[in-house]
């Protein structure tokens, strides 16, 4: 009895401290939210073309679930080999992190004025600082830049504090799935995309 | 980070996750074999020949080359372009026509709003060749075809125009 209600404060007390981390929310909330923002009003967004700026908080929703589902994703993986990953605060880290994403739109839309893109911002942001990318595995992977691996090397530090494994299984973990994760996504836009040009 | 794992998962919650683990390796299995199945397919080169389709409105003019629109009656984001195309004009495309091929429609479809304007022509794909024979799949982007049925080339639907050339 005694064992039982030591677990139950033990989980009650890891509870609360995990719900803590929803306080670190409304700051990659306003971030992604000024951006979509941002590019709705500016017209930059080609899959919303004259969209109302108000439809930003539907990308903002999007991004939470996105990083629900890559911490869903990471909690499912480290399960099967019996550790637990404690899911808000993976997700929070996820969200605080994707604020990289953001920050790659505002550095994209610096000074681009039609010239071709200087080697810094290639560098930084991968071959989506050069314009469109044509064909499913080139959109897949056109932001594969330093902030890219920059994301990865966080999320795989985080990660690595929480599962206990060492920093350079989580690395190896982190950027293989984010390798096959692309791939797929590749995979998935060139089916979606056939033969036509995009 | 200091929320560290409390406990290990129940070995329920590992056989779980092994199989749901098992299950998205499968799925990905399966997006790569639909992948090199459609790419090893044999694709025709897109060719304009107008016995192929179904003329609902004849072209105006003739020029040395037609700009086919993709377009599907149902998708806000190709009437959206067509406005575009037309609203440039034939400038925009060195003097090709400007025609519709209503894709991905089983049904004949309903006269075009404003198809007195596109000089070459509306056209019905009623036998799913932009598709099933080309490959193409996205809606709204332009083919551009030579006199002889030639295509010259392909502009997305997201591509910009002006002075893009035939």
Known sequence: MDRAAGRIGTKGAGDARAWRWLLALPLPVLAWHTSLAHELAAGTLASAPGADPAAAWVGVAAAIASASAEAGFYGMLLAACGRRLPFVPAMTVILLISMLEPA????????????????????????????????GFAAAFRSLGILAIARMLLWARALAAWSGASGRASLALVAAAWLVSHLALGGLLALLWGRSAT | MSDRAPAAPSPFAVAINRVALFVSLLVLAGIAAFWWSDRTRHWETPRWDASRFACLRAPGRAAAATWMVAF??????CRARLADLLRRGATS???????????????????LEGAERLDGGVWWDSLGIWRSRWGHRVYGEALSFADDGRLLRVIGPAQAVDAAGP
């Open chain 1, 104 to 135: 790659s739109t505002w550095i994209a839309s610096l000074g681009s004025g039609g010239a071709a893109a200087p080697l810094w911002k290639l560098l930084l942001l991968g071959a989506r600082a050069a314009g469109p990318s044509h064909g």
């Open chain 2, 72 to 77: 599907q009656p149902d998708c806000p984001h």
């Open chain 2, 93 to 111: 495309r060195a003097g090709a026509c400007l025609g519709v091929l209503i894709v991905d429609s089983p049904r004949r479809p309903e006269a």
